[in-house]
């Protein structure tokens, strides 16, 4: 049997596209299931602006809220989560609709994501503390050695990048743009179409401090303070939702509600940049939408 069609539905936060997800499902049928990081977690219903319980009776959800803050979830993790849900559905002959923010969960899902083993902090260190005495160019010339490929791509500057590299072929014995070159993408090719929701930057910047606005009126505070009160390590991918600091910092007394709010809007803006910028790069060939119209 032919699996049935796969819809990718990207994009940047307060982009429309859980809107045009929805609209979609309800007339293709599909299932919908959640391709973004953030609102993988239970307890952020509000801050990641996770599909409303009248929304998710109007279509099938998958993965929503499955996770709780303290279980920290990679782009691993969820890609053994999401196969089960597409073999699934297409076992039953059902169409699927993945829709999120999140860009690397359409990479592994396009294109596959390397199983690089993790590299133990202290040859991280020891990169860094190699980079900082040579300099840049210098790094750079040694890394080629190992990495000719990676020391070409990775951009000037990119201190973070050019370690990692060298960390990986110093760990591993292996170039990491080999590692990478060696993956599977979870579609397979033609099983899948992919579109981008890009409003235009004022609209999108508009939409963000909105949706702000509506959080805070939505019971945002309350969900932060919950989430503060159980002393959960601040590195978790949970903790470092936008908003959750911001808010914390008011009600800690640090700050006013109101420099709060802006605070989230202005990093709210700077995730959505972020995102769009990622789109437009990583998936130019896709498909476009703004506003729920179909372009290019």
Known sequence: MTA????????????????????????????IINADSQQLYADLRV???????????????????VADAADA???????????PVLDELAAE???????????LYFTVLTKGL??????????????????DRLGEAAFRARLAE????????????????????????????????????????LLAPGSWTGTVVEPDRDTLYANCDARVARMVEAGALDEVRTLTARGLDPALPAMKAVGVREFAAHLA??????????????????????QLTWFRNQTPDWARARDGTMTG
């Not at 049935?4 to 299932?31: C, Y």
């Not at 409303?52 to 109007?58: F, R």
């Not at 002959?93 to 993945?98: F, I, K, V, Y």
């Open 114 to 131: 390397a199983d690089i083993p993790d590299v133990p902090p202290e040859v991280r260190k020891a990169a860094g503390e190699l980079y």
């Open 47 to 65: 801050l990641s602006a996770r599909p409303s319980e009248a929304e998710e009776a109007q279509a099938e959800h998958r993965l929503y809220g």
């Open 93 to 103: 002959g059902r169409p699927a609709l993945l829709v999120g923010g999140t860009g």
């Open 146 to 185: 190992v990495d000719r490929a990676a020391a070409a791509r990775i951009e000037a500057g990119d201190r973070q990048r050019l370690t990692r590299a060298w960390a990986v072929a110093e760990h591993t014995g292996r170039a990491l743009s080999d590692w990478t070159a060696d993956t599977t993408p």
């Open 4 to 31: 049935p069609q796969i819809q990718l539905i990207a994009g940047p936060t307060a982009s429309g596209k859980s809107r045009l997800a929805l609209e979609t499902a309800e007339r293709t049928g599909a299932v």
């Open 73 to 83: 979830w990679s782009v691993g993790r969820w890609s053994r989560a999401v196969l």
């Open 253 to 274: 007394g640090e700050t006013t509600l109101g420099a709060a709010v802006e605070a989230t809007r202005q990093a709210t803006r700077n995730y959505a940049k972020r």
